[in-house]
C-alpha cells in the first residue's frame, strides 16, 4: 500500500526558515518524480515544486524561486522541501504528492495528508 | 503559464442529477495532460481522471472525462450523496503545472 507522509510543519516568523520531509512507501521511491502541492486556508490548490527520481531535474513556480529547494534521499525515501525567506502568504497546508508513471509527464495518484504551514509573528 | 478556468464556481443539484464541470485552458499547450482531482473538506485530493478521459484506479463509472485541445469537461453522470465536493482541473504537460480554481458541488 501506497503511503506518504509529511512532517515538518509549523508556525514560523517571516523571514524564517522550515524544511518539510515526506516518507514514502509502498512503492520504488526512486523510480518516480514527487511534487509539492500545497493549499492556503480556504483556498485552491497551488503546485509548488517537482522533482524527477532520480533528483536530477527539479522545477519550481514562480511564487517559490529563489527560496524553495525541493529535494529527495531515495536511500531513504524521503522526499523535502526546504523552505526559507517564508513569507504571510507562504501559509498553507502543503502536500507532498507522487507521479502516476515511471520516466512520463504523469498526474498525481497518491497525495500525503498535508502538513500545516503557518507563517506569522 | 497556462491558465486553466474552471466553470461554474458551484454547482448546485440534488442526489441523482448529472453534474457536467468545465475546464478551459488559456492556450493549447497541455497536449491532453489534463487531471481532474475530487476535494472532500479535511482531505487530501483524490485523482479521478488523467489524460482528459482515462478513469484512475477504483474510480466509477459515472465519473467521465472528456474534451481535448483547450476545452475539457467533467462529467458525473448521477450524483451519488458522496461526490458532493470540490472538483479541480489541473494540466502538467508544461511547466509549471497549474490548477483551476475548483468548482463546489453542493447539494441543492
Known amino acids: 500500500e501506497v503511503q506518504l507522509l509529511e512532517s515538518g510543519g509549523g508556525l514560523v516568523q517571516p523571514g524564517g526558515s522550515l524544511r518539510l520531509s515526506c516518507a514514502a512507501s509502498g512503492f520504488t521511491f526512486s523510480s518516480y518524480a514527487m511534487n509539492w502541492v500545497r493549499q492556503a486556508p480556504g483556498k485552491g490548490l497551488e503546485w509548488v515544486s517537482l522533482?524527477?527520481?532520480?533528483?536530477?531535474?527539479?522545477y519550481n513556480a514562480d511564487s517559490v524561486k529563489g527560496r524553495f529547494t525541493i529535494s529527495r534521499d531515495n536511500s531513504k525515501n524521503t522526499l523535502y522541501l526546504q523552505m526559507n525567506s517564508l513569507r504571510a502568504e507562504d501559509t498553507a497546508i502543503y502536500y507532498c504528492a507522487k507521479d502516476q508513471a515511471r520516466g512520463v509527464t504523469t498526474a498525481d495518484d497518491y497525495w500525503g495528508q498535508g502538513t500545516l504551514v503557518t507563517v506569522s509573528s | 503559464e497556462i491558465v486553466l478556468t474552471q466553470s461554474p464556481g458551484t454547482l448546485s443539484l440534488s442526489p441523482g442529477e448529472r453534474a457536467t464541470l468545465s475546464c478551459r485552458a488559456s492556450?493549447?499547450?497541455?497536449?491532453?495532460?489534463l487531471a481532474w482531482y475530487q476535494q472532500k473538506p479535511g482531505q487530501a485530493p483524490r485523482l479521478l481522471i488523467y489524460?482528459?478521459?482515462s478513469r484512475a484506479t477504483g474510480i466509477p463509472d459515472r465519473f467521465s472525462g472528456s474534451g481535448s485541445g483547450t476545452d475539457f469537461t467533467l462529467t458525473i453522470s448521477r450524483l451519488e450523496p458522496e461526490d458532493f465536493a470540490v472538483y479541480y482541473c489541473q494540466q502538467y504537460g508544461s511547466s509549471p503545472r497549474t490548477f483551476g480554481q475548483g468548482t463546489k458541488v453542493e447539494i441543492k
Open positions: 492556450q493549447s499547450g497541455t497536449s491532453n495532460y
Open positions: 522533482i524527477s527520481g532520480s533528483g536530477g531535474n527539479t
Open positions: 489524460g482528459a478521459s
